[in-house]
């Protein structure tokens, strides 16, 4: 990952809190990001799905954040939703291991990307 890429807690409402990606710098104030930040990865878990599929899409959509990625240790896949020019988020790209074992990159992120097989490695 780039030096210039920066882990922070971002509060998108006041019941809402995401740990993302940015690499713009003026994002950042006092430690904490404003606005949406570049990349949110959401691991879901079964008793939030919903919330996380619906609720959290459209204030991640909302407020800015430009890749979000869903990662569901069930069925072991990977929901990649970008931003499109019109400020919405595509259809996504399903990514199912070990079905699709290529790597998964960041278009907002240059040089961050994921092993799919790796992630679901060890879950029963």
Known sequence: MS????????AITSTVQAWGLTLRA???RNRYGWGGPDLVVEIL???????????KFAL???H???EY???????RSIW???RT???HFDRGELRETPVDPQPIASRVLEGFSIDPTTIFEGLT
């Open 69 to 75: 990625w869903v990662f569901d240790t069930f069925a």
């Open 85 to 87: 020019p019109e400020g």
């Open 3 to 10: 030096s210039r890429v920066r882990p922070v807690a971002w």
């Open 60 to 62: 991640f959509e909302e």
């Open 80 to 82: 990649v939703y970008r």
């Open 64 to 66: 800015g954040v430009r």
């Open 26 to 28: 003026r994002k950042i």
């Open 45 to 55: 878990s079964p008793s939030t799905a919903k919330k996380d599929l619906n609720e």
